[in-house]
């Protein structure tokens, strides 16, 4: 019964050591950019990836292989937005894959030399199962953290709203009102929007320009139609504080409404646990009362 798995564990120790082996013998490719560097006096930066096993996997992995997209899978926005390199999150999608398809194999094969022998059907869910929830987990983890994320910008880009306002009402051109209103708070979304802008102004293009980027980049739609405001302000500049004032309570009241919904949600989860208490108690006070009659 075990048979199998004893040969798959070999196979893959034996096909996984000669891979080496064979690898470290022919070498590597050149790489032809690196050479190109070397030759010309300037080193190639390592990227930050590589210095981790994952970040190895994953760059290799991408290297090699064009993998599918798959449907719930965490788009590149997602990554940017919490700062995860994609390479590193592909090699540790790779790296839990390989655990789920090795490690059932190997615990099944330790606990059968030592005299208990599992099941195949069971190796195979349990496998099936760590394959699954490997390859996935990264990804619902990446989104839920950037869907929390993207949250918090949204209520950033409300306050950033007012503050461009303000900064209107107080005569401020458009451009300047949308700088220095990037510079009032030191929280990451402000940081990341004033160094949006830092960026543009060095390299010559509008702050709508630089704002509408960043959306893009981050995948918050609310700083997207800020940004087109603010390109609209610069032709009819004298209607852009009206134009921010109805944005930020737009804004706010899809944020009251969104909480709102939580919150509704959050109180009927709550009766959920206590209905299923009250089906407990009354069972068993009439299933005595049933059998009795």
Do not use: C
Request: proline residues 4%.
């Amino acid at each position: 019964m075990i048979l199998w798995q004893a040969a798959l564990v070999t196979g893959a120790l034996i096909g996984g050591g000669s891979t080496l082996v064979v690898r470290q013998a022919l070498g590597a490719p050149p790489d032809l950019s690196a050479a190109l560097a070397r030759l010309s006096g300037t080193e190639v930066p390592v990227a930050a990836s590589d210095a981790t096993l994952k970040g190895r996997v994953g760059r290799t992995v991408a290297t090699r292989a064009a993998l599918p997209r798959l449907p719930g899978a965490a788009t590149d926005a997602d990554l940017v937005l919490v700062g995860v390199d994609p390479a590193e999150h592909l090699g540790e999608k790779v790296l839990a894959l390989f655990v789920g398809l090795v490690g059932p194999a190997v615990a099944a094969a330790v606990l059968a030399l030592a005299g208990l022998a599992l099941p195949v059907g069971l190796v195979v869910v349990v496998t099936v199962l760590m394959i699954v929830v490997g390859w996935i987990g990264p990804d619902l983890d990446v989104g839920r953290r950037a869907a929390a994320a993207r949250a918090t910008f949204t209520h950033a880009v409300s306050a950033y709203t007012e503050l461009v306002q303000i900064g209107r009402l107080a005569g401020a051109g458009t451009s300047q009102a949308v700088e220095d209103a990037a510079t009032v708070a030191t929280s990451w979304p402000f940081q990341r929007i004033a160094e949006a802008l830092d960026n543009a102004r060095w390299a010559g293009r509008t702050p709508a320009d630089a704002l509408g980027t960043l959306a893009d980049t981050i995948g918050v739609l609310a700083l997207k139609d800020l940004a087109r405001t603010i390109a609209l302000g610069t032709v009819e500049d004298a209607e852009i504080a009206d134009r921010l004032r109805g944005q930020a309570r737009a804004m706010r009241g899809a944020q009251a409404s969104a909480e709102r919904a939580a919150a509704n949600k959050a109180t009927v989860g709550m009766f959920i646990p206590l209905g299923a208490t009250l089906w407990v108690v009354g069972a068993a006070a009439l299933i005595p009362v049933l059998l009795a009659l």
